[in-house]
């Protein structure tokens, strides 16, 4: 039955035209809404909704989550206020053609939007932004990731909106906070106040110290707020913040702010207490003091990370396992100098979930004796060459809740992994590369745990050579739910594994990596892109085989691709390229190393059309001078090229 479901759903979409035509001329009989509803969700799903799909098959409903349909634009959003005039709920992320346009619709006829979600939307300005702010008086989250023509004067204008309780301005690299424009909208902010705001993600912005204090000053109730690798920040942010402008404050993350010391953390701990979730990766300057003041001015700590920060000693971690009973999430991945005597009794505390050890290559089995337990259920091991196979499953045999493991380049055995293969089910994230016993036998094994490859949403296996396409196949039958997956340097692999895509009604793959496999072909990745039509990334290095065919398949069928990476595929040329920064309008990040065929006047030849572009990798044998040259030239046509 779903199988013949599938067929017809198909038959449907390839005769679209056909639909479309006999709609316009009247002559369409009204079809049934249980009908309209299937197919929507259809072509939702494959990311093929555009304005004439709207038209024939749009029913009502209070949520819309159009992510990824890259054909939606004005006409589609009129559609949807006709219908759903009610509607809450609107994600429109990654919609290329979103313009102020639609969002000035949506503000006009959606008076009831909640929750608008409009990431990678990167022609969205302040134009729309003032419209937002000023008739949708019940807007509550409002997500503009990544679309970087936002800047501060849209920012004046959403300070306005009253009613936003959430804001995420992360990407967004024109965003200061600072209001120093002449223009009338900014030079009001210094006076605003806006105290909804409760969650502030302002995520690799360029949010200044004077921006964290006109922040300070407009919003009293931020509880959670996310400034990780905003690196215009300097120490004077601290001393704003410390001031207790947000007595409400549970969340805060600093991640990359590496200046950052002992000192300025004793000074937010002072001022926030009821702190629960604090990140201070990448600080290689701290020291146990900043464990002392976590310790004792932080009574209510649930999550912690601490990845790359060298400067703590083990006493210092040992001090935070005896006296942070709290914790249920602790990072310290890249505290390479982390012993056992550091992390023994991390076991002791009873409320922990995830633990994240990532390069802790100093760790013995004997700190994994005391770790484990019912509720713990993610684990990263990941590069602790010093543990052996049994005290790794002896860790996870305790751990039957267990949904993320990630044990690459572990020294696991076939029978540990044999073990691991039956008697995990709840895994939805599993990470074996490097583990040199992985052969056939054994991944055949995982994918016949029906309960295990059902959840399975990531996969990665890099670097396990014995993996044929035999069990490779076994993957895509048996994981419906498999989203990411890594095959990186498994050399045994072929166009063969992929043939088997055809066979199956739900590829909900969108992220594949297969660099350094060696033995792919067009004939293998253009199959691959006619059957995951929702591909975001795809990284096929290294296989010398490909030529511009099959960039010309993954540009027509894979619209939505936002990262590729095709070095050293020595066939591929300008042509090719040409056709995925024409077709693939939400390309974020393409790598094009030691393809001698690809030009610098081929790429700046289609530049405009690639807007959203933002890392760009490619052969240069230039000096500084074209360099320069050609990078100001491609940042005309590309405004977000980093």
Request: overall charge neutral.
């Given at each position: 039955?779903?199988?013949?479901?599938?067929?017809?759903?198909?038959?449907?979409?390839?005769?679209?035209?056909?639909?479309?035509?006999?709609?316009?001329?009247?002559?369409?009989?009204?079809?049934?809404?249980?009908?309209?509803?299937?197919?929507?969700?259809?072509?939702?799903?494959?990311?093929?909704?555009?304005?004439?799909?709207?038209?024939?098959f749009?029913?009502?409903?209070?949520?819309?989550?159009?992510?990824?349909?890259i054909?939606?634009?004005?006409?589609?959003?009129?559609?949807?206020?006709?219908?759903?005039?009610?509607?809450?709920?609107?994600?429109?992320?990654d919609?290329?053609?979103?313009?102020?346009?639609?969002?000035?619709l949506?503000?006009?006829?959606?008076?009831?939007?909640?929750?608008?979600?409009?990431?990678?939307?990167?022609?969205?300005?302040?134009?729309?932004?003032?419209?937002?702010?000023?008739?949708?008086?019940?807007?509550?989250?409002?997500?503009?990731?990544?679309?970087?023509?936002?800047?501060?004067?849209?920012?004046?204008?959403?300070?306005?909106c009253h009613?936003?309780?959430?804001?995420?301005?992360?990407?967004?690299?024109?965003?200061?906070?600072?209001?120093?424009?002449?223009?009338?909208?900014?030079?009001?902010?210094?006076?605003?106040?806006?105290?909804?705001?409760?969650?502030?993600?302002?995520?690799?912005?360029?949010?200044?110290?004077?921006?964290?204090?006109?922040?300070?000053?407009?919003?009293?109730d931020?509880?959670?707020?996310?400034?990780?690798?905003?690196?215009?920040?300097?120490?004077?942010f601290?001393?704003?913040?410390?001031?207790?402008?947000?007595?409400?404050?549970?969340?805060?993350?600093?991640?990359?702010?590496?200046?950052?010391?002992?000192?300025?953390?004793?000074?937010?701990?002072?001022?926030?207490?009821?702190?629960?979730?604090?990140?201070?990766?990448?600080?290689?300057?701290?020291?146990?003091?900043?464990?002392?003041?976590?310790?004792?001015?932080?009574?209510?700590?649930?999550?912690l990370?601490?990845?790359?920060?060298?400067?703590?000693?083990?006493?210092?971690?040992?001090?935070?396992?005896?006296?942070?009973?709290?914790l249920?999430?602790?990072?310290?991945?890249?505290?390479?100098?982390?012993?056992?005597?550091?992390?023994?009794?991390?076991?002791?505390?009873?409320?922990?979930?995830?633990?994240?050890?990532e390069?802790?290559?100093?760790?013995?089995?004997?700190?994994?004796?005391?770790?484990?337990?019912?509720?713990?259920?993610?684990?990263?091991?990941?590069?602790?060459?010093?543990?052996n196979?049994?005290?790794?499953?002896?860790?996870?045999?305790?751990?039957?809740?267990?949904?993320?493991?990630?044990?690459?380049q572990?020294?696991?055995?076939?029978?540990?992994?044999?073990?691991?293969?039956?008697?995990?089910?709840?895994?939805?994230?599993?990470?074996?590369?490097?583990?040199?016993?992985?052969?056939?036998?054994?991944?055949?094994?995982?994918?016949?745990?029906?309960?295990?490859?059902?959840?399975?949403?990531?996969?990665?296996?890099?670097?396990?050579?014995?993996?044929?396409?035999?069990?490779?196949?076994?993957?895509?039958?048996?994981?419906?739910?498999?989203?990411s997956?890594?095959?990186?340097?498994?050399?045994?692999?072929?166009?063969?594994c992929?043939?088997?895509?055809?066979?199956?009604?739900?590829?909900?793959?969108?992220?594949?990596?297969?660099?350094?496999?060696?033995?792919?072909?067009?004939?293998?990745?253009?199959?691959?892109?006619?059957?995951?039509?929702?591909?975001?990334?795809?990284?096929?290095?290294?296989?010398?085989?490909?030529?511009?065919?099959?960039?010309?398949?993954?540009?027509?069928?894979?619209?939505?691709?936002?990262?590729?990476?095709?070095?050293?595929?020595?066939?591929?040329?300008?042509?090719?390229?040409?056709?995925?920064?024409?077709?693939?309008?939400?390309?974020?990040?393409?790598?094009?190393?030691?393809?001698?065929?690809?030009?610098?006047?081929?790429?700046?030849?289609v530049?405009?059309?690639?807007?959203?572009?933002?890392?760009?990798?490619?052969?240069?044998?230039?000096?500084?001078?074209?360099?320069?040259?050609?990078?100001?030239?491609?940042?005309?046509?590309?405004?977000?090229?980093?």
């Amino acid at each position: 039955e779903a199988t013949l479901r599938f067929e017809c759903l198909k038959s449907i979409q390839k005769n679209l035209p056909y639909f479309v035509q006999h709609q316009r001329n009247g002559t369409l009989p009204e079809l049934p809404q249980d009908l309209k509803q299937l197919v929507f969700q259809f072509l939702q799903s494959l990311g093929k909704l555009d304005d004439d799909s709207f038209l024939l098959f749009c029913t009502p409903s209070d949520t819309f989550n159009l992510s990824e349909c890259i054909d939606v634009c004005e006409v589609s959003i009129d559609v949807i206020s006709r219908i759903s005039p009610a509607l809450t709920t609107l994600c429109l992320a990654d919609c290329y053609r979103i313009t102020d346009q639609a969002v000035g619709l949506i503000a006009r006829n959606l008076p009831n939007i909640k929750k608008l979600d409009l990431t990678g939307c990167y022609q969205l300005t302040s134009i729309g932004m003032r419209e937002l702010s000023r008739r949708c008086v019940k807007l509550q989250e409002l997500d503009l990731s990544e679309c970087r023509s936002i800047d501060d004067e849209a920012v004046a204008f959403l300070m306005e909106c009253h009613s936003l309780e959430i804001i995420s301005l992360a990407e967004c690299a024109l965003v200061t906070f600072q209001f120093d424009s002449p223009s009338p909208q900014q030079q009001k902010m210094h006076s605003l106040k806006h105290n909804g705001i409760k969650s502030f993600c302002l995520r690799h912005t360029a949010v200044t110290d004077a921006g964290i204090k006109n922040i300070c000053s407009m919003c009293s109730d931020v509880r959670i707020l996310d400034l990780s690798w905003c690196y215009q920040l300097r120490l004077e942010f601290v001393a704003h913040i410390a001031t207790k402008k947000f007595p409400g404050l549970f969340a805060l993350n600093l991640w990359g702010l590496h200046w950052i010391d002992d000192d300025e953390i004793t000074l937010i701990c002072m001022a926030y207490p009821k702190l629960t979730s604090l990140t201070l990766s990448d600080m290689p300057v701290l020291t146990e003091q900043t464990i002392i003041n976590l310790i004792a001015r932080l009574p209510g700590l649930q999550s912690l990370n601490l990845w790359g920060c060298l400067g703590i000693s083990t006493a210092g971690i040992q001090l935070l396992i005896r006296h942070a009973a709290g914790l249920h999430t602790l990072g310290l991945s890249h505290c390479s100098h982390m012993t056992d005597g550091a992390i023994y009794n991390l076991g002791n505390l009873g409320n922990l979930r995830s633990v994240q050890l990532e390069n802790c290559s100093m760790i013995t089995d004997a700190s994994m004796e005391n770790l484990g337990g019912p509720q713990i259920t993610s684990i990263n091991l990941r590069r602790c060459f010093n543990l052996n196979s049994t005290s790794i499953f002896k860790l996870i045999s305790t751990c039957p809740n267990l949904q993320s493991l990630n044990v690459a380049q572990c020294s696991l055995d076939s029978q540990v992994l044999l073990s691991l293969s039956r008697d995990f089910f709840n895994l939805k994230s599993l990470d074996l590369s490097g583990v040199s016993n992985m052969d056939d036998t054994i991944l055949t094994a995982f994918m016949l745990n029906v309960e295990m490859s059902k959840r399975l949403v990531s996969f990665k296996l890099d670097d396990c050579q014995k993996i044929s396409d035999n069990s490779a196949k076994l993957i895509f039958a048996n994981c419906p739910q498999l989203t990411s997956l890594s095959l990186c340097f498994c050399t045994q692999l072929t166009d063969a594994c992929l043939m088997i895509l055809d066979q199956f009604s739900n590829n909900s793959l969108t992220s594949l990596y297969l660099g350094g496999c060696g033995n792919f072909t067009d004939a293998g990745i253009s199959h691959l892109a006619r059957n995951c039509p929702r591909m975001k990334d795809l990284v096929i290095p290294l296989n010398k085989g490909l030529t511009d065919a099959c960039l010309i398949s993954i540009g027509d069928m894979c619209r939505n691709l936002k990262m590729l990476n095709v070095a050293y595929c020595a066939q591929i040329t300008d042509k090719g390229i040409a056709h995925i920064l024409m077709h693939c309008k939400n390309l974020k990040k393409l790598d094009v190393g030691a393809c001698a065929n690809v030009s610098s006047n081929g790429i700046l030849a289609v530049a405009s059309h690639c807007k959203a572009l933002a890392n760009l990798r490619m052969r240069s044998h230039w000096n500084d001078g074209i360099q320069n040259l050609f990078r100001s030239r491609m940042s005309i046509h590309c405004p977000q090229l980093k």
